[in-house]
């Protein structure tokens, strides 16, 4: 990706360099519509960067199955439950320290079952995570049926906003802690999966198992830890959700295992496995905030955003396949 | 190794419980007995007010419940043989139904049969995209999905349809022939129709044979793309003439109708031993598989479980359920038994 496409007659080929960062020339268009075409598009942009943030955990963590050639449905409700296990966790021990580290744990969890089931037992894992997907959607409705489920104390509620809340820098709109923290986590996982072992080892994984375990990689073991890291990272997402509305709400999980697939394919990140960084899944997170963003600025119903990234999903898939054929 | 296998040939030496464990779908079905055995079991300690669990009565309201779930998955059936998935039927189910809703208006004839051509036309759209570009039918059809969810929104404008009352119409849903209801009539039409496809003609054999193995499929002049397509084509008048019975039903089509329905449909395919990699699969399995998750929800509100606890137990019986034939199928060896 890095190296530039070299043809035969020594010439870059720009067709091709354009067309393996299709999302990156996506971004860009939307970015010059954006800030040229759309009022206020500069004046909201940090709320787009903080609402990113959450979405983004939940496709990082995504993308990281994705990139082994799994797939995770159920990441939705995985950030769901967790919401609800750090309400309940706090009502309990009133440490929003402890209720954190439960919902990681519980997060863990979930990711330690859709993982066994689909890398040591070998269920198909889109079958799978609709199955597990069942059982976290259960769990967090049985608490949040009344709509939403809420610390009981209001000094409780408030710790727990604080925390959505939080501005790392004083005065700047969008260095909130959430931000800071999900920033981290994204470089810390570019580093991960550019420069270390484990990091060479999932992309084999996703390319080709069989060469993988002939070169002494435990493949179900690096496919195991990718959605135990995709639970713990939805779980993440989770506690600040629950942090930005006060509470654990039953709408939280619904739709976002749609939209968080969604946000990696668009990125660049391919079913197959074996390709795309967190680079992709970036671009991706932003191409899909832009654009809601965009719409609700020139105040379009919501209902729009699910055809564009439908639409988009397809073209971005077609886009694909003639390239791809080329190649062959 | 080829001398073994020519004796099993000949003679299958396995006990005739192993023999039936074989079949696909087998599992589901002692599956079923179990839940419904012990439903029966449970039901008069958990509620002793009440008359117990009618198996009879229940086999027809759950038969009820399921029929666009059943309908949809026998011929979703057809398009996981091939190897790819549609996940666009909740939507389109639900588009279909404001689609109805609004035609009845216009007679019986329109709404039956216009509804299930805008179904077909739907799934052209999803066989197109699948087969004739050749792209990633779950992506795609996570695609097609959320545009014909969005779709169904901006038909509605938000709210509901109410169509005008239509009595030969409203019998489809609401009528029934002596005991069974109309909807059971027509899915126990639709089964068989599909069963005779896939079983007694050459277009239903070749599916396998795509699902199987394509490359051997298109060597022996297959042509796997029409056929592909044809799939989603059924599949999408399918989800038509569901959306008919659910809209004669109710006689009202709201965008939430459908939403999320596509995943039950999935699972009841995958559960009667439709294998989702392709190649693999019966209608009786699917009838099995859409009946478990009937009698799953059915038994449960027998139980008094609530929803959410049904939803946990559903996905934790499922969990087990696909384990079960994978391991039966692979043997697979857990990991803490590898050492032995």
């Not at chain 1, 739709?255 to 968080?260: C, K, S, T």
């Not at chain 2, 695609?143 to 938000?158: H, L, Q, R, V």
């Amino acid at each position: 990706m890095e190296k530039k496409q070299v043809t035969a007659l020594g010439g870059v080929n720009y067709r091709k360099l354009l067309v393996d960062n299709n999302s990156a020339v996506i971004l860009l268009i939307l970015l010059v519509v954006g800030v040229f075409g759309i009022d206020k598009f500069i004046k909201t942009f940090p709320s787009v960067v903080v609402q990113a943030s959450l979405y983004g955990l939940l496709a990082v963590g995504l993308g990281l199955v994705m990139i082994t050639g799994n797939i995770d449905l159920s990441v939705g409700y995985q950030a769901g439950l967790a919401a609800v296990v750090t309400v309940m966790v706090l009502n309990a021990t009133g440490s929003l320290a402890i209720a954190v580290v439960a919902a990681l744990a519980a997060g863990a969890l979930c990711g330690v079952l859709n993982g066994f089931v689909v890398t040591q037992i070998g269920v198909s894992p889109l079958i799978a995570t609709i199955a597990t997907n069942y059982i976290f959607k259960g769990l967090t409705y049985a608490k949040t049926s009344t709509g939403s489920y809420s610390p009981t104390d209001n000094s409780l509620k408030d710790t727990l906003k604080a925390l959505y809340d939080f501005k790392v820098v004083d005065g700047s709109k969008f260095m909130t802690l959430t931000v800071l923290i999900v920033a981290v986590i994204f470089i810390l996982l570019l580093f991960v999966l550019r420069k270390t072992r484990y990091g060479n080892s999932v992309y084999i994984t996703g390319d080709n198992v069989e060469a993988g375990e002939y070169a002494g990689i435990h493949t179900k073991r690096v496919a195991m830890i990718t959605y135990i890291l995709c639970g713990i990272l939805c779980a993440l997402a989770g506690v600040f959700m629950a942090s930005r509305s006060g509470g654990a709400q039953y709408t939280q999980g619904d739709g976002m295992d749609v939209l968080a697939v969604s946000i990696c394919v668009i990125g660049g990140i391919k079913m197959t496995g074996g390709k795309g960084t967190m680079v992709h899944v970036l671009m991706g997170l932003f191409i899909m905030r832009i654009i809601t963003n965009i719409l609700n600025l020139v105040r379009v119903e919501a209902t729009y955003m699910d055809l564009t990234s439908g639409i988009l999903l397809i073209a971005v898939l077609i886009i694909d396949r003639f390239t791809s054929r080329k190649k062959a | 190794m080829i001398e073994k296998n020519s004796i099993s040939v000949a003679k299958d030496p396995r006990s005739p419980l192993k023999k039936f464990m074989g079949i696909s779908g087998s599992g589901v079905f002692i599956a079923l007995i179990i839940w419904i055995v012990l439903v029966c079991i449970l039901s008069p300690i958990v509620n002793p007010a009440g008359n117990g669990f009618n198996v009879a009565t229940n086999i027809i309201s759950v038969l009820k419940q399921q029929t666009y779930i059943g309908i949809v998955a026998c011929a979703l059936t057809l398009v996981i043989i091939t190897g790819n998935i549609d996940l666009s039927v909740g939507s389109m189910l639900t588009l279909t139904a404001c689609v109805c809703a609004s035609l009845v208006q216009y007679g019986f004839a329109a709404a039956v049969f216009g509804t299930i051509l805008v179904g077909a036309l739907l799934g052209l759209v999803n066989g197109i995209l699948v087969s004739g570009l050749q792209l990633n039918s779950f992506i795609t059809t996570l695609g097609t999905g959320s545009i014909y969810g969005s779709f169904a929104i901006i038909y509605c404008s938000g709210g509901s349809i109410v169509p005008p009352s239509l009595a030969a119409f409203e019998f489809l849903g609401k009528g029934s022939v002596g005991i069974i209801p109309m909807p059971v009539i027509i899915l126990a039409v639709v089964v068989a129709i599909f069963a005779f496809v896939l079983m007694k003609t050459v277009f239903g054999q070749r599916l396998y044979v795509i699902g199987a193995n394509p490359v051997a499929a298109r060597y022996s002049g297959i042509s796997a793309r029409r056929d592909m397509a044809l799939t989603y084509v059924f599949t999408g008048a399918a989800v038509g003439l569901a959306a008919v019975i659910m809209v004669a039903n109710v006689m009202s089509a709201k965008p939430q109708a459908a939403s999320g329905k596509e995943m039950e449909i999935i699972m009841a395919v995958v559960l009667g031993g439709t294998s989702i990699m392709g190649g693999k699969g019966t209608i009786l399995g699917t009838v099995l598989g859409f009946a478990f998750i009937g009698f799953l929800a059915n038994g449960s509100t027998a139980l008094g479980l609530n929803q959410y606890l049904q939803w946990v137990i559903m996905g934790i019986i499922l969990v087990a359920a696909l384990s079960a034939d994978i391991m039966k199928e692979k043997g697979v060896v857990l990991p803490w038994k590898k050492s032995k």
